[in-house]
């Protein structure tokens, strides 16, 4: 017998060109592709009105690598976090964040991570694979079907910040946002997708280049070299000002606004000079900046700073007209706040079977 295709990763182009191989009209292939994508259909027998001989064909020539649910928590804060098992049986989390204004997704683009940084539980991990833009929309669609289930809501936005660098998995990425963005997906806004990165410049130039319409967060966190190099081992390949370069670039080819993250660590990046290097960085584009609180991983080495060093930080930073948000972060209870993704959801006894 050969070898089955993986159905979702032909386009509508190659679908209709497959189906007509087999006899079948041109509006078959489309509505096989609305199965597929609008209606997320898991198996071919789900393809109510298409006839047995055609999903049996189907069947035989190809496969639905879907991703599924594998455990389900939620947090006191009513955040909801998954672990969604691939088709190969990888494991990678997602999380749904409810707000008083938003419906938020934050979905990974990886199994594990290379990048290591040092506040971040993932960066724990050894990078296991990229994953596919059809994985990256399950994640989305599952999601949006829980808001549905516990919120009676739909997603108002998609943050790629859970496991992985979506920029390592670039074309990837950018193909699960022409999804979700399509009408023949979600039909989302891109301006309602953020992609968050640890500082890529070439390929942050190429979002320039390709003219993408959805925002760009950068984790920062340090806005002085040599620190930033401590936490985050990218930046020694990826300095600051090779990173100015790159978001100046990007800044003037889209004309996107980039956000800042900065998690404030007590004692490392929570000082007045330190305010000040990330305003005089920050002045480079028109930017927000996303004050975090640290998160712990089961670590020592960081803390969260005062609440008045916090206070002082950000309004240095308002003194300096620059726009701040202080982000408090959600589910910390179930390890799913900012930096806390890793795997743990199949190791904890609370966690319950979908």
Known sequence: MSETTNIRLLSESELITALERLGEKKFRAKQVYEWLWKKRAVSFTEMTNLSEKL???LEERFFIAAASVDTFQKSNDKTIKDSFRLHDG???EGVLIPSNKRMTACISTQVGCSLSCKFCATGKLARKRNISFDEIYDQVFLLNAQAKEHYNTHLSNVVYMGMGEPLLNYAHTLASIDKLTSEKGLGMSPKRITVSTAG??????KL????VKFNLALSLHAA???KRSEIMPINDGNS???????LEYFYYKTGTRVTYEYIIFKDFNDSLKDAQELATFCKVIPCKINIIEYNSIGDKEFQQTSPEKLDAFVAHLESCNLIVNVRRSRGK???AACGQLANKANKLNSAKSV
């Open 55 to 57: 999903r049996s064909s």
């Open 208 to 211: 320039g280049d390709d003219d």
């Open 224 to 226: 002085n070299d040599v």
């Open 333 to 335: 209870d179930i390890d």
């Open 90 to 92: 990888s494991i990678v």
């Open 240 to 246: 600051l000002d090779v990173l100015a370069e790159a």
């Open 200 to 205: 890529i410049a070439k390929m942050i130039k």
